[in-house]
């Protein structure tokens, strides 16, 4: 339990700010110095800690996925290192079974001392674009266990008193497909870690060490105090929830389901994981690290003035079935955890949604990672590429808003979306497309935000293959409160010399491509909030304006009939009786389309009566979206969950 606040309050206040900024100085010395595209486009968080391993500062941009681990690998280091810190030292863990994540998000960890006495850790958290593997990138879909995925880097010395280790640092950036950019990104997260350190040692010589070392734990205190009071004032009672992973590679049809029970009981929250899926034959299960800071990012939503710090982690607890998705064990594969971290995120929406109804927020699309490797031909000595690419997409709608367009994921909202004009010049791969997709966002009174669809053509290259880590092509994006679905996920292929497409889907690895080929793939809006026969027309009309919505879906989704005028001048208009009868017609029939035949729904699909987003959208049938062929067992788990979040809120309204 917290203690009482002793320091002064204005002494407190900046030292609360110092603190925070001492970790933004960090990571902005990463971002000005990494070698590594991909860290440098904010896929990287930084933390202080106290004494005894507790975070006590994050950063303004440190993103979701790492803030609820880097207090569990500090502890990791200083176990590992007890009665052999040095000032100057160094030290690097990956280990997700440790507390982290996976193999790619590597972390540096120095020891701040004063006096003679440690009294915090600096600690830098990148992820580097490739850790070995068996595929370039390290993300490989088949792997069942840890030793295709890459270097798992427990505790070790980078630099001893402070001299670099180069043997050591060597022999771990010898096992990338990228060396020289690891050793770049090595030094650039140690000299972060000396940035921060730096700033704690001025406040230390402004204001004495014991008052910082006290300011370290009553900023924790402060958060615990305030989070608390606020969970204390909400109703004691349990609510339950269930989200899935598309599917289990190795395994029969059907969605790997992540259940969580969150009961309030005081000031406290606690999360119960029972009934979870079990780990799955692919890299997409969570290690307990991962899964906590699942939970810790998707409450924290709901608190967003407040700091984030180890004091937020004691006002809740985690219950995890052991050997579970989302408590692998090594040497289960898990570099793929954030499939299930995303779903975690978006379960605790929409528990939270309904204790803060102001607050209510739809389900997000999912992050999704493509991973191209191979020679580029366009120089001389051929060296090694690596195109590491991620897309924004739309998040939830809300309640009185609309979701956000084309932004960063849930997992990392402080990532930016790559720039097309680096890609191009470091990788041969020509973008040929980024544009909004159009009736990607999940339709509701409140419109999920709008996706992307971006195609790349390949170059000059050699030995190239490709690889996806994606998910909600059959799990796809879902709305609350009445809302309706997005679009799903899944990479398309062309290959060169052909007219034909191929659907890959959203879980593949190791598929070779050659020059000519062109590949493209859409990312999801968010879900609708809310039911989309009460969305005001007007808005629906600028929707189509907009682009974000078509004339067809308009109708189909909205029951909104609208006339083209001259689309090239954006010119359309509202048929108000039109849009009166088909909103009618569309409340009288939409419960019995949501439980028609899935046969049969899938039969009209191939014979082209009705498209993707009718059977989606209007029927909660899931296909096998490149043959039309009916997927029973995800149908079924779909429609469980369509009948809960949308056809349940139509009857009660």
């Known amino acids: 339990m917290a203690s009482e606040q002793t320091l002064d309050p204005v002494t407190f206040e900046v030292l609360k700010n110092s603190f925070i900024t001492s970790v933004d100085q960090m990571g902005e010395q990463v971002l000005r110095t990494c070698y590594s595209f991909v860290i440098y486009n904010h896929d990287f968080s930084s933390a202080l800690h106290d004494a005894d391993g507790e975070c006590a500062a994050q950063g303004n941009q440190d993103i979701a996925v790492h803030v609820g681990t880097l207090h569990f690998t500090c502890k990791d280091v200083m176990r590992a290192f007890e009665g052999d810190m040095h000032d100057g030292d160094v030290f690097a863990i990956n280990d997700p079974y440790a507390g982290g994540t996976h193999f790619s998000d590597v972390r540096l960890i120095r020891p701040v001392f004063s006096g003679g006495e440690i009294i915090a850790y600096a ?7 490739d850790m070995g593997g068996s595929v370039p990138g390290s993300f490989d879909v088949t792997a069942k266990d840890m030793f295709r995925e890459g270097l798992r880097i427990t505790p070790v010395r980078l630099y001893d008193k402070g001299v670099f280790r180069r043997d050591v640092a060597n022999m771990i950036a010898s096992n990338t497909r990228d060396p020289a950019s690891i050793i770049g990104d090595i030094q650039a997260q140690a000299q972060g870690t000396a940035v921060c350190a730096r700033e704690i040692l001025r406040l230390v010589e402004k204001y004495g060490r014991e008052t910082v070392k006290t300011g370290l734990a009553e900023v924790q205190d402060y958060v615990e105090r305030a989070v608390r009071q606020r969970i204390a004032a909400l109703p004691d009672g349990t609510w339950e929830t269930v ?19 969150m009961t309030i009981k005081g000031d406290k929250a606690y999360y119960d994981f029972s009934g979870s899926h079990p780990t799955i034959a692919s890299i997409y299960n969570s290690a307990f690290g991962a899964t906590f800071s699942a939970v810790a990012a998707g409450m924290k939503t709901f608190f967003p003035d407040l700091p984030l710090n180890s004091g937020f982690y004691r006002a809740f607890e985690l219950t995890v079935p052991e050997g579970s998705i989302v408590d692998a064990k090594w040497p289960v594969a898990v570099t793929g955890f954030l499939m299930p971290f995303e779903k975690i995120m978006n379960s605790i929406y929409e528990m939270w949604s309904e204790l803060m109804p102001e607050r209510a927020l739809a389900c997000t699309f999912n992050l999704e990672y493509l991973l191209t490797g191979g020679r580029d031909a366009r120089s001389p000595d051929k060296p090694i590429f690596m195109f ?14 609309d979701g956000a367009n084309v932004t960063t994921s849930c997992f990392g909202t402080g990532m930016m979306a790559q720039p097309i004009e680096g890609q191009e010049r470091t990788t041969p791969i020509l973008m040929t497309e980024c544009q909004i997709q159009t009736d990607s966002a999940g339709p509701g009174e409140w419109r999920g935000g709008v996706g992307v669809l971006k195609g ?13 880590i994606c998910d909600r092509e059959r799990a796809i994006v879902w709305g609350i409160e009445g809302g309706l679905p997005s679009i799903p996920h899944g990479l398309t292929l062309k290959r060169v010399g052909t007219e034909e ?37 007007a808005h629906v009309l600028e929707d189509v304006v907009d682009d974000y919505v078509s004339v067809k879906r308009a109708a189909s989704d909205y029951g909104v009939v609208i006339r083209t005028i001259d689309a090239e001048l954006c010119e ?12 009618a ?50 149908t ?11 056809v349940a809120k139509w009857a009660a309204a």
Do not use: C
Not at 123 to 129: A, E, I, K, L, T
Not at 243 to 261: C, F, H, L, S, T
Not at 457 to 467: F, R
């Open 572 to 583: 359309y208009e509202i048929d108000e009786a039109g849009t009166r009868a088909l909103r």
């Open 636 to 646: 079924r788990q779909f429609r469980e969950s369509f009948e809960r979040r949308s």
């Open 123 to 129: 600690q830098s958290n990148g992820h580097w674009s």
């Open 243 to 261: 989200d899935y992973i598309d599917r289990d590679p190795a395994g029969g049809e059907g969605m790997i389901p992540i259940r969580i029970k």
């Open 585 to 634: 017609e569309i409340a009288k029939s939409r419960v019995e389309w949501a439980r028609e035949d899935p046969e049969a729904v899938a039969g009209r699909f191939r014979a082209g009566e009705i498209d993707m987003m009718d059977v989606i959208r209007r029927h909660a049938v899931i296909l096998h979206w490149g043959t039309g062929e009916l997927l029973p067992e995800s």
């Open 388 to 401: 590491y690419d991620w897309l924004p997409g739309g998040w939830g709608g809300r309640n009185g808003k």
């Open 501 to 537: 497409t191929v659907r890959l889907g959203t879980i593949f690895s190791d598929v070779s491509l050659k020059e000519g080929d062109h590949f493209w793939r859409p990312t999801g809006g968010g879900g609708g909030f809310g039911d989309p026969l009460k969305r005001d027309p």
């Open 456 to 468: 790349s053509k390949m170059l000059q290259s050699e030995d190239t293959v490709i690889s996806y």
